[in-house]
T-cell receptor, first 114, second 111 residues
Framework: NAGVMQNPRHLVRRRGQEARLRCSPM?????VYWYRQLPEEGLKFMVY????????ESGMPKERFSAEFPKEGPSILRIQQVVRGDSAAYFC????????????FGSGTRLTVV | RKEVEQDPGPFNVPEGATVAFNCTYS??????FFWYRQDCRKEPKLLMS???SGNEDGRFTAQLNRASQYISLLIRDSKLSDSATYLC????????????FGAGTILRVKS
């Protein structure tokens, strides 16, 4: 049973380009969460999605960032017109519906904006 | 005030030592509590849940004091492999399973 899969592991983008980060949840999990970890800082919640629905996007920057979790396929975190301050590790986690006892993270995508 | 506060350390201890980390949280309605471990540049991994009655997993003991909004982690007989950043994590009372992470406490175990 594969864990949470994220790709790419490393992504380099020039300022102004778009970044697309993918997350496939664990089998049977219908809830996906995205977190961002800036250098030397803790993890910050960005967005919580269920299939085809954004449940909580209170941690998403107001501009340039969007997320989706379509009926088929992985969840996508999209960053338009990247800036140097977007350089960070982006982690995705998933959980099943029902009882909760912590969740498992993917190995993350390290975005570097040059 | 941060929602979850931890002493950043680092805690430098010899092998075999006992070390304790503390954490406080500000939201009294928080429902669930965890300790995660993060190795350098890797994903956080769930170490253990924390219950009011206290719980133990091998060399690790976690304790929760709801009245004081205080969480602790005790590591006995430290190993070199315990060197990592330990994250105190709280689940709030809102929709879904959003977690709030402390900034972490660095532990370095030396031989």
């Amino acid at each position: 049973n594969a864990g949470v899969m994220q790709n790419p592991r490393h992504l380099v983008r020039r300022r102004g380009q778009e970044a697309r980060l993918r997350c496939s949840p664990m089998k049977g999990h219908s809830h996906v969460y995205w977190y961002r970890q800036l250098p030397e800082e803790g993890l910050k919640f960005m967005v919580y999605l269920q299939k085809e629905n954004i449940i909580d996007e209170s941690g998403m920057p107001k501009e340039r960032f969007s997320a989706e979790f379509p009926k088929e396929g992985p969840s996508i975190l999209r960053i338009q017109q990247v800036v140097r301050g977007d350089s960070a590790a982006y982690f995705c986690a998933s959980s099943p519906s029902g009882s909760f006892n912590g969740y498992t993270f993917g190995s993350g995508t390290r975005l570097t904006v040059v | 005030r941060k929602e979850v506060e931890q002493d950043p350390g680092p805690f430098n201890v010899p092998e075999g030592a006992t070390v304790a980390f503390n954490c406080t949280y500000s939201n009294s309605a928080s429902q669930s509590f965890f300790w995660y471990r993060q190795d350098c540049r890797k994903e956080p991994k769930l170490l253990m849940s924390v219950y009011s009655s206290g719980n133990e997993d091998g060399r690790f003991t976690a304790q929760l004091n709801r009245a004081s909004q205080y969480i602790s982690l005790l590591i006995r007989d430290s190993k070199l492999s315990d060197s990592a950043t330990y994250l105190c994590v709280v689940k709030g009372d809102g929709v879904g399973n959003k977690l709030v992470f402390g900034a972490g406490t660095i532990l370095r175990v030396k031989s």
